[in-house]
């Protein structure tokens, strides 16, 4: 089944204490992001890969970081998690770079709660 | 850049009722338009994407949005509500070379027995 699969689904951590959230694409899409999404917010992007080895900042960068070693995984990281940081988290995958016309299949979530 | 607003975070119908939600977008350019929903515990589904040609664009589950671009809208109908489809929806925009889906704020969508 073509799918977006993150993992953890839910996740309390404390402040300052290193976590990675993991997503991985069975669909050798080349295109994957990590949205995060807040009450009366919607969802906004954090990063984004265009393929292995590329990644660029989205609207919400601070406090994350990626990276894009093999094209299937893209992991989440947050170095020293703060309270701000508590939230739903998404990964997304597309067919092609720059092309938005396929959409994006998502993952089922992450929610993020730090203490 | 672009953006998207959702009219009313909140929306009611009764079970049968028509379900009308909202959605205006801001573009520059020709945007690629999208209705997501999202059931309770799981992730974003697409409902249905409007990028050219016909402007009336049909869906899964009955759903079907109109992209009028005199109006900036892209409003998600159903003619007939039904309790499964109490969730969360998002409309998005995009263009052709972006990289990234720009969201609404989502309107939850309730159905009354």
């Known amino acids: 089944e073509a799918q977006v699969t993150q993992n953890p689904r839910y996740l309390i951590t404390v402040t300052g204490k290193k976590l990675t959230v993991t997503c991985s694409q069975n669909?050798?899409?080349?295109?994957m992001s990590w949205y995060r999404q807040d009450p009366g917010l919607g969802l906004r992007q954090i990063y984004y890969?265009?393929?292995?080895?590329?990644?660029d900042k989205g609207d919400v960068p601070e406090g994350y970081k990626v990276s894009r070693k093999e094209k299937r995984n893209f992991p989440l990281i947050l170095e020293s998690p703060s309270p701000n940081q508590t939230s739903l988290y998404f990964c997304?995958?597309?067919?092609?770079?720059?092309?938005?016309?396929?959409?994006?299949?998502f993952g089922s979530g992450t929610r993020l709660t730090v203490v | 850049a672009q953006s998207v607003t959702q009219l009313g975070s909140h929306v009611s119908v009764s079970e049968g009722a028509l379900v009308l939600l909202r959605c205006n977008y801001s573009?520059?350019?020709?945007?690629?338009l999208f209705w997501y929903v999202q059931y309770p515990n799981q992730g974003l589904q697409l409902l249905l994407k409007?990028?050219?040609?016909?402007?009336l664009v049909k869906g899964i589950n009955g759903f079907e949005a109109e992209f009028k671009k005199s109006e900036t809208s892209f409003h998600l109908t159903k003619p007939s509500a039904h309790m499964s489809d109490a969730a969360e929806y998002f409309c998005?925009?995009?263009?052709?070379?972006?990289?990234?889906?720009?969201f609404g704020q989502g309107t939850r969508l309730t159905i009354n027995p």
């Open positions: 890969s265009m393929n292995v080895e590329v990644t």
């Open positions: 997304a995958s597309s067919l092609s770079t720059g092309r938005a016309i396929y959409g994006y299949t």
């Open positions: 669909m050798n899409h080349e295109y």
């Open positions: 573009s520059s350019v020709p945007p690629y």
């Open positions: 409007y990028t050219t040609g016909a402007t």
């Open positions: 998005a925009v995009s263009q052709e070379g972006a990289q990234k889906l720009v």
